[in-house]
């Protein structure tokens, strides 16, 4: 529906912005030298100028369904020049059954073969006003497109909030937190410099994560860095059944991501892949950047026999929303479950750090 | 503490991680009537290690590869009592209270591994030991069902996944678990293994029979009111006139 008759307030300010418009008209009617008398101008050009606005709504759909966008300019002046001749034709079709109807009253006799001269001029002005309301409907679509805009792009900023705010509350993970203080207790008594030396990776992966976490972004060597300490972290608890493969090129280092995206993927493969073997194995992380693009592949075995453990969906499904928070339909993320291992890809814009 | 002899206690330590293993061989080292028999890495081990000399106790992780440590309990023998030493699960926290299971979280103060020790023996002297498939059955969240069944038969462990259980049979204090032209037996009663399974996918036909739904090749009218279920493997289950009006309402 048209913007102007989809709320009600809005029909009389517009007619009312039209009566300067049926003034010019009914001036140039009743010009000089063309025989029509100024009530009869002032009684043709109040109607013709209100049925005008009406038509010039319908002008809306036309703007809205040709936008002036990379190569379509002639195909939407084609249909401008088909709707003005058109809208124009009807115009004056308008008149001149107005004129005759207004001609049965003896005051306006003889108005229609009075008015016939000025038939041609009648559909210039026609075609100007199609212009003016074609220009009218581009400015209001133009609007109504800032005015999406900004509502989505409030929407995107309330879903990234949304996902961050989750990813923090995924930082308080208990789980992890307290397994690995067991271990420190552990190691206490058996191996102090040992206990101490958990202590610090721990303390550091903590502090890590919650500076990560207050960024929108980070370069990917940053992140990587988080995921190591937190598998540090666990190679105390898994001994020799945690093994850790990581194969970053170079170009890759410096690319932004949000933060806490690897991470969480990491602990997952180490929660719910490793773990889950007896004979442990080895978390595979790939990060290459080529045609534009950042692919990161996440790669772990895990035994198909072992009771599954919850919450596995969702950490991936966090991951899966902060990416698309940041890059809507550019961010790729899949993940796979193939018979004994379990795989997730990652595709977004390599974007560097401004 | 005084001069008195207590009796020694057997205990098995369960738990996947070797740090985790090695606090609680600690703890309980300190206690001197405490014998442990062995440290096991997993389920299989435990119930390997419990073949040779059954323990009195078993202290034990919960998130293990292989078996986890509800599975592991199912396996042991029914008298042996159960210490769950978990890290944070609040499902389990919540199925160990509803059904007076001693547990610990870790990290835990020695104090509070004697304390467990103590009540366990307590209830085993005093034979009140929850049964293992009604305790997982607690801890599972709401809505989701058993994936798979562990038996036993000597040291051997079958793990028998749902979808090929074909049918399950009451048997004094056993269930007959039907699966692959096998028949399993498990100590538990048929009314607790119907409880932990998707009523959608199972239905109790009969006081002493359940089957798996898509296992329902035909049904046969027999005396008044009770049929006969024809299974796909051919095998022949009495249908009582209650699983018929309840196998009725699933088929449509």
């Known amino acids: 529906m048209h913007p102007i008759l989809a709320r009600p307030g809005r029909l009389n300010p517009y007619l009312a912005g039209c009566m300067p418009l049926a003034a010019i008209l009914a001036a140039l009617l009743a010009r000089p030298g063309a025989g029509i008398r100024i009530y009869e101008a002032v009684a043709m050009a109040v109607p013709l100028t209100c049925a005008y606005a009406f038509i010039g709504l319908s002008v809306w759909y036309v703007c809205r369904e040709f936008r002036f966008k990379g190569g379509d300019a002639l195909r939407s002046l084609v249909a401008h020049a088909v709707g003005a001749i058109l809208t124009s034709c009807i115009w004056v079709g308008i008149a001149a059954v107005l004129a005759a109807a207004w001609g049965l009253w003896s005051p306006f006799d003889g108005l229609l073969q009075r008015l016939r001269p000025q038939g041609l001029a009648l559909f210039a002005v026609g075609v100007l006003l199609y212009v003016l309301a074609a220009a009218l409907n581009y400015v209001l679509l133009a609007l109504e497109a800032a005015h999406d805009g900004e509502r989505r792009e409030a929407e995107l900023a309330i879903l990234a909030r949304d996902a961050q705010l989750a990813a923090l509350k995924a930082q308080i993970r208990p789980h992890f937190l307290f397994n690995s203080l067991n271990s420190i207790a552990a190691l206490a008594s058996a191996d102090p ?39 540090d972290v666990e190679s105390l608890r898994f001994g020799d059944r945690l093994a850790v493969e990581e194969d970053l090129d170079e170009k890759s280092a410096a690319c932004e991501i949000p933060p806490l995206i690897l991470q969480p993927l990491v602990e997952n493969a180490v929660r719910h892949g490793i773990a889950s073997r007896v004979e442990g194995g080895t978390v595979r992380v790939n990060v290459v950047r080529g045609g534009g693009r950042l692919r990161i592949l996440i790669e772990n075995p895990f035994d198909p026999d072992s009771p599954s453990r919850p919450g596995a969906g969702i950490g991936l499904r966090n991951v899966r929303e902060r990416l698309a928070a940041r890059w809507g339909a550019e961010a790729l993320f899949a993940a796979k479950k193939l018979t004994d291992r379990f795989l997730v890809v990652i595709s977004v814009p390599a974007e560097k750090a401004a | ?190 009314a607790s293994l119907a409880a932990s399974l998707d009523p959608k996918r199972f239905v109790r036909v009969h006081r002493s029979h359940l089957i798996r739904l898509d296992c329902l090749e035909r049904l046969e009218a027999y005396a008044k009111g009770s049929h006969i279920a024809i299974l796909t493997d051919g095998s022949r289950v009495p249908v009582s006139r209650e699983g018929h009006a309840r196998l009725k309402s699933l088929l449509e």
């Open chain 1, 193 to 231: 410099a040992r206990a101490q030396e958990m202590c610090v990776r721990l303390s550091d992966f903590l502090r890590k994560s919650l500076a990560a976490g207050e960024k929108t972004a980070i370069p990917l060597s940053e992140e990587l860095a988080l995921s190591r300490t937190y598998l």
């Open chain 2, 1 to 190: 503490m005084s001069g008195e002899a207590r009796p020694s206690v057997s205990v098995l330590i369960v738990d996947d991680e070797a740090p985790a293993r090695a606090i609680l061989r600690e703890y309980l080292g300190r206690i001197p009537e405490v014998r442990i028999l062995a440290e096991c890495a997993n389920g299989f081990e435990a119930v390997k290690a419990a073949a040779e000399t059954p323990p009195d106790v078993v202290f034990l992780d919960i998130e293990m590869p292989k078996l986890n440590g509800f599975e592991t309990l199912e396996l042991l023998d029914p008298g042996v009592a159960a210490v769950f030493v978990t890290a944070y699960d609040a499902w389990a926290v919540k199925a160990f209270e509803v059904s007076a299971v001693d547990y610990v979280l870790k990290p835990y103060a020695p104090e509070r591994i004697a304390a467990a020790l103590d009540r366990a023996i307590e209830r085993r002297r005093s034979r009140v030991t929850p049964s293992p498939a009604d305790i997982a059955a607690a801890a599972r969240p709401e809505g989701t069902w058993l994936e798979r069944i562990v038996v036993r038969d000597g040291s051997r462990v079958h793990v028998i996944p749902v979808e090929k259980l074909v049918a399950a049979e009451a048997q004094d204090d056993y269930v007959g678990l039907r699966s692959e032209g096998k028949t399993y037996l498990k100590v538990q009663t048929l």
